[in-house]
């Protein structure tokens, strides 16, 4: 159920009446992309942030109002969304809002506080610079998106970390904190009147967008494609990554919601499981790598197919040329039998999510913000259902044309030998 405020907040209620557990959350479609490079990793430092002190709570409120109700609270930070959430009990579902939407429109950001988180995130950029599989995993966006803020860290800068400001904090807010950007959800076995009643009054005098209270539309940003690595010497193995855009076609929005099915069963069916092609091959058949799957990442403006693997040196152009020529087959036929295991496979995923109330809370959103619609998970799975075995080669055919983004860390990974094995990967070297 879906309900837009006169300012523009969408509430937006998920029922599963056979559960008694409920989760509530509050999303904002903001997060790195809209950052410069100056400010990249604000939306994640303020994430952190809005925990530290309301203008009726401090921290330490903040921390115990939620573990008194047993309840567990988090937040996250993404490459276009932010979130604030809590999941326990159903009955305690006013108090759950009442707290999200103390700490997303009352916090303070205490200056004390502020100078000892940002020494908190500051290490954990440092610990995710000096891990290759992290590292990698950021090279690839960098690979992807080249220099839009899209290919920025979203934990930021060491330099930008140490150096931001309250000022930065509240000025970010008031640029994107907004009405438009905004979801307040619940989804479990709660009253769903009351909810929206206490949403509007908690959410009503939220500053709309401007003089609009619809949000703004996303363009999706370019493509780049290109190779980068990045050498880890006390390593001795090479974190891969490969990815390949998978833009839907023009059309309607129930045209590209059934492309995106279509992509994730052509990432399922290609490297989703022990019995798929890719990992069977390398793993199983040729020895060539322990960890080989693929999977996808997507947004509400973008979908990537991407690859990963993690092998050690001598294997690892053996490794490229037989994913590739996987790729290329898959591009000229589709096996009944794994779009049948992935078909399955994908259904079974969308069941279980939406009989988890974060979950299911979590999953309508995304629909909110790709198609500005919700479906039920029966839609879903009819819609996995029908999707063909030439819709499923469509994307792979679509996806390479493209040059594949490639991203090396580990033992001797340089951005030459990056391009060396984008050049195998497509087979214009050997």
């Known amino acids: 159920m879906l309900h837009t405020l006169a300012n523009g907040v969408r509430l937006l209620a998920v029922p599963v009446p056979h559960v008694q557990s409920a989760s509530v959350g509050v999303f904002l479609r903001v997060g790195s992309r809209d950052e410069s490079l100056s400010c990249n990793g604000i939306s994640h430092v303020l994430e952190h942030m809005a925990f530290k002190g309301t203008a009726t709570r401090s921290v330490q409120a903040i921390n115990l109002d939620a573990e008194r109700l047993g309840a567990d609270v988090n937040a996250f930070t993404s490459k276009d969304t932010t979130g604030y959430f809590m999941s326990g009990l159903a009955r305690h579902v006013p108090q759950f809002l009442e707290m999200i939407a103390d700490i997303v429109l009352n916090s303070t950001f205490p200056e004390v506080e502020l100078r000892r988180e940002l020494d908190v995130i500051r290490q954990e950029a440092i610990e995710y610079a000096e891990d290759p599989q992290e590292t990698s995993s950021e090279l690839l966006d960098r690979a992807i998106w080249g220099s839009h803020p899209m ?46 009643a206490l949403a509007e009054r908690l959410f009503a005098g939220m500053p709309r967008t401007g003089e609009a209270s619809a949000p703004a539309a996303v363009v999706a940003p370019k493509y780049v494609g290109s190779a980068v690595g990045q050498r880890f010497s ?7 990554n490969v990815a390949y855009p998978v833009a839907p076609p023009a059309g309607e929005a129930m045209a590209q919601q059934r492309w995106r099915v279509a992509a994730s069963l052509a990432t399922i069916l290609f490297g989703g499981g022990m019995s798929a092609p890719l990992t069977d091959t390398v793993r199983e058949r040729m020895g060539l790598a322990y960890t080989a799957h693929s999977t996808s990442e997507s947004g509400d403006a973008w979908f990537n197919f991407i690859v990963h693997a993690i092998t050690t040196p001598d294997k690892l152009q053996q490794l490229m040329a037989a994913t590739g020529e996987l790729l290329r087959g898959h591009a000229g036929a589709i096996d009944p039998v794994h779009l049948e295991r992935a078909k399955n496979q994908l259904a079974v995923s969308r069941v279980r999510s939406s009989e988890r109330t974060y979950a299911a809370m979590e999953r309508a959103v995304e629909d909110l913000f790709v198609r500005g619609a919700i479906g039920t998970p029966e839609e879903t799975i009819a819609l996995i259902e029908d999707v063909t075995q030439d819709e499923v080669r469509a994307v792979f055919e679509r996806m390479l044309r493209h040059a594949p983004a490639v991203a090396i860390t580990g033992k001797g990974a340089t951005a030459k030998s990056a391009r060396e094995l984008a050049g195998v990967l497509t087979g214009a070297t050997s």
């Open 234 to 240: 006390r390593v001795s193995q090479v974190f891969l």
């Open 151 to 196: 290919g920025m860290p979203v934990i930021g800068t060491v330099e930008n970390i140490e150096r931001f400001t309250r000022d930065d904090l509240v000025q970010h807010v008031q640029s994107h904190y907004h009405a438009g950007n905004t979801v307040v959800a619940a989804a479990g076995n709660f009253e769903l009147d009351a909810f929206f």
